[in-house]
Every structure is written in structure tokens, then in C-alpha cells.
């Protein structure tokens, strides 16, 4: 029996909704170490079926198997996100009270939401990609960003926040997600790179245009500098930074980051010491002709960047969080406003290295266009 890719992925992803169901109605499951192993079975149960039915098919890449396990678990996400916020109910509620109650905050529900509807269909595009022995270079970066900067805020911030004292075994099911998008990101960086739309003397050319007349990228260097300034500034607040401006902001236009889940202090703080340098180097790569890695790190980064900021608006904003940490209404616009921007700062920059390459490539050796024109 032959498993179809794009199909065959979406049928067996919506089967965690019969899936959830049955084990929700099975009372045995009321204990947090019950709920683990049955957690880690049905996953294994999962990628042996997809390694079964598509054995002898499908390409050799194991992506298409991690993708395609992965995409089972993004529904499982979106029904939890579903059922706390009132859509449905009776799938995954023996999970949520035994397994990892974290999930029910406003921060839980919206990555799950994230990885429901975003990172599935990502998946999805992925899966098909590979099956028809298409590059998905571009979209395993995005995809990368996004899943790592969910882990690294969400596990931190359980342990530090509240509800660091209800953290169950089924907590351990979140580590593939740290080992798997390590392994996964050094296969995606060692594909090959789409072959340069540019000849030598139109990279050449383009390399020695000086910043004045590169009037988007003296743009997009000076939006970066705004997104920087902004990140430091939040990384003060959330440590407490004792001048009025910082109690001025966290107590009118963001009180979310005094939340006591601990997420949103552990998001600025990744922001602060990751996001932040990374904006520099993107000023210096615009800065600096020949900066080849940074069209790589500019889609792994504005995956990251969606991906947090979504959350974190969405956190602010929800009726889960207590009402003393949501964002004012008379600030919702430029909360918003502010938020917005500064998620399409890294997009503007992945797009523009995306759409301009020759800028960033390296240097043609010299001599080379000699020869070209001699062949």
C-alpha cells in the first residue's frame, strides 16, 4: 500500500482528532505518568506508519518523515487551542489537566495556534516539496526560526514561571523538539543554495554601489536601528530598570511583561541577547559588501520573530491573561502598531536579500570574466 504525499499527510494529521477523542474518553489516562507514555507511543506509532506505508516511495530525505510526524502534532496543537478557547470540547482536556497544564495560558494557547495553523502548513508545503524533488531550503529556515525560538521561550518559562511546580513527565515530550530542529538545521544549512540569478559583472556592480545610492537599504538600516533600540529598551524594562520611562511603558502600554508566567520576561530577555545582535549584523551585511551568510540567517531569524511576536501580542491581548497584565485598550493601537513593525523588520530584511542577492554573494575571484568572455 502506497501512502500519497500531500494527501496521505493530511489525512493522517486529522486523524488526531479521533485519536484525541478515544483517549480522552479512557479513564486510565488521569495519570500524569500514564499520559506520558501513551504520549510518546502515539508518536512512535505515528512515524511507524508513515515509515511503513511509504516505504519505498517517498524520497530518502528523513525530513519528509520528521515533517510529516510533525504535522500530526500541529493538529494535535490546533485542537488544544481549539478546546481551551471554547470551540470544542472533549479531545484533549485529560492532557491539558495531567500532562502540561501551562498550556491553558494565554502564551500556550497562542503557540499552539502558531503551530496549528503556521508550522502545519509549512509542513504541508514541505512535504510536497520533497516528494517532487523541489528545494525547500527557504522554507526549512523560516520553519527553523519559528520552532526555535517557540522551544526556547516556552521550556524556560515553564520551569521559571508559576507553574514550575506542575511540571508533570509528559513535560519530556518537548524534547525532540530541541534535538530534531538541531539535527534537521544542519541538514537544511548543508543543501546546496539555489544557483545566483547574477553574473559576475552584475554582482560586481552591484558591490560597488555605495550606501547613497542604495536608498532602501539606507532605509532598512535605519529600521533596524529603530528594532534595536527597541529590543534593548525592552530588555531594560523586564529587568526592572528603575528610570520613569520603563515604569511608564510596562505599567500603561505593556503590563503583559509584569505577568508572573514568566514567558513574556524570558521573551525580551532572547530578544536582548539573540535578536538584538543579530540586528546588527544584518546593519553590518548591508553595510559590507560580500556577507553571504546573512540571507540564510535573515529567514531563520524573521521566522523567529513571527513567530515570537505573534505570541506575544496575542498573550497580551487574550481573555486567559488576568486582566490587571492585558494591554489597555486605549493603547491597543500603538501596541499594535509598535508590535507590527517590528515583526516586518527581519521580513523586510529576508526579502530583500531574497530578491537582491548579488549583493551579499562573494566576490568573483579576479580574472574570472576574463575567462568567461574568452569561453
Not at 485529560?94 to 495553523?117: H, N, Q, S, V
Not at 528545494?135 to 520552532?147: E, Q
Not at 536608498?215 to 536601528?225: N, R
Amino acid at each position: 500500500m502506497r501512502l500519497p504525499a500531500a494527501p496521505g499527510a493530511v489525512g493522517l494529521s486529522l486523524a488526531a482528532f479521533p485519536v484525541s477523542y478515544a483517549l480522552n474518553c479512557v479513564a486510565a489516562l488521569a495519570h500524569p505518568g500514564a499520559i506520558a507514555v501513551t504520549g510518546a507511543l502515539v508518536l512512535l506509532a505515528v512515524f511507524s506508519m508513515v515509515y511503513l506505508l511509504g516505504e519505498g516511495r517517498h524520497p530518502q530525505d528523513p525530513l519528509f518523515y520528521v515533517f510529516t510526524v510533525f504535522s500530526f502534532t500541529s493538529v494535535i496543537d490546533l485542537i488544544i487551542s481549539l478546546e481551551e478557547d471554547g470551540y470544542i470540547s472533549g479531545f484533549m482536556e485529560f492532557y491539558i489537566k495531567e500532562g502540561e497544564p501551562y498550556l491553558r495560558t494565554a502564551y500556550g494557547i497562542m503557540i499552539c495556534y502558531w503551530d496549528g495553523i503556521v508550522h502545519y502548513l509549512l509542513y504541508l508545503a514541505m512535504i510536497v516539496a520533497i516528494t517532487q524533488r523541489k528545494s525547500y531550503r527557504t522554507l526549512g529556515l523560516y520553519w527553523l526560526g519559528s520552532l526555535m525560538m517557540s522551544i526556547v521561550v516556552f521550556l524556560p518559562g515553564n520551569m521559571l514561571g508559576k507553574y514550575s511546580s506542575e511540571i508533570h513527565p509528559s513535560f519530556l515530550l518537548n524534547v525532540p523538539y530541541i534535538l530534531i530542529p538541531i539535527w534537521a538545521g544542519m541538514r537544511l544549512f548543508s543543501q546546496p543554495k539555489p544557483l545566483p540569478c547574477c553574473t559576475a559583472e552584475k554582482v560586481a556592480a552591484e558591490q560597488q554601489r555605495s550606501l547613497y545610492q542604495r536608498p532602501l537599504d539606507s532605509g532598512l538600516i535605519l529600521f533596524l536601528l529603530a528594532a534595536a533600540t527597541f529590543t534593548f529598551f525592552r530588555g531594560l524594562v523586564v529587568l526592572d530598570c528603575p528610570s520613569d520611562s520603563c515604569f511608564d511603558y510596562i505599567y500603561q502600554y505593556e503590563p503583559y511583561l509584569r505577568d508572573p508566567v514568566a514567558y513574556p520576561k524570558v521573551q525580551m530577555l532572547v530578544y536582548m541577547f539573540y535578536v538584538l545582535p543579530f540586528f546588527c549584523l544584518g546593519i553590518y551585511g548591508l553595510l559590507r559588501p560580500g556577507c553571504s551568510w546573512l540571507p540564510d540567517w535573515a529567514l531563520v531569524f524573521a521566522g523567529a520573530v513571527a513567530q515570537a511576536q505573534f505570541s506575544h501580542v496575542g498573550s497580551s491581548l487574550h481573555h486567559r491573561t488576568p486582566y490587571p497584565y492585558r494591554t489597555p485598550e486605549e493603547v491597543w493601537w500603538v501596541f499594535l502598531l509598535t508590535n507590527v513593525l517590528y515583526a516586518l523588520g527581519p521580513h523586510l530584511l529576508a526579502y530583500r536579500c531574497l530578491r537582491s542577492p548579488g549583493f551579499f554573494q562573494p566576490a568573483a575571484p579576479a580574472g574570472q570574466d576574463g575567462i568567461k568572455k574568452h569561453q
